[in-house]
């Protein structure tokens, strides 16, 4: 089963910057097509924030985050990154990384039920 793990969340002050992680298992048996990152603040739905085609370097964000938040990923060591910059109170989520279910598609998703793996979450907190 896949695993995905993520670190890096915290307390920040707003314009500040954090760096998000996000370890994908070796017992993966298939390469998503994408990767992607989703938050989801308190009382709200689970939002996207940010995708990455797997070892194709295509990026796709939400509006909310264009300009700010840069994904990345690293294939030797099978992880995933958000670097959030300029961060405001809005900001403020519970972060999921997540895997996508296919391996092939024409384009990147941002929709919540094509992902089919999850990590635990990591709280990013942004006081304003």
């Known amino acids: 089963q896949v695993q995905l793990v993520e670190s890096g969340g915290g307390l920040v002050q707003a314009g500040g910057s954090l760096g998000l992680s996000c370890a994908v298992s070796?017992?993966?048996?298939?390469?998503?097509?994408?990767m992607a990152w989703f938050r989801q603040a308190p009382g709200k739905e689970r939002e996207f924030v940010a995708a990455i085609r797997w070892s194709g370097g295509s990026t796709y964000y939400a509006d909310s985050v264009k300009g700010r938040f840069t994904i990345s990923e690293d294939n030797a060591k099978n992880a995933v990154y958000l670097q959030m910059n300029s961060l405001k109170p809005e900001d403020t989520a519970v972060y999921y990384c997540a895997a996508d279910r296919l391996a092939r598609r024409t384009v990147i998703s941002g929709r919540t039920q094509e992902y089919a793996y999850w990590g635990q979450g990591t709280q990013v907190t942004v006081s304003s």
């Open positions: 070796a017992r993966i048996t298939y390469r998503p097509y994408a």
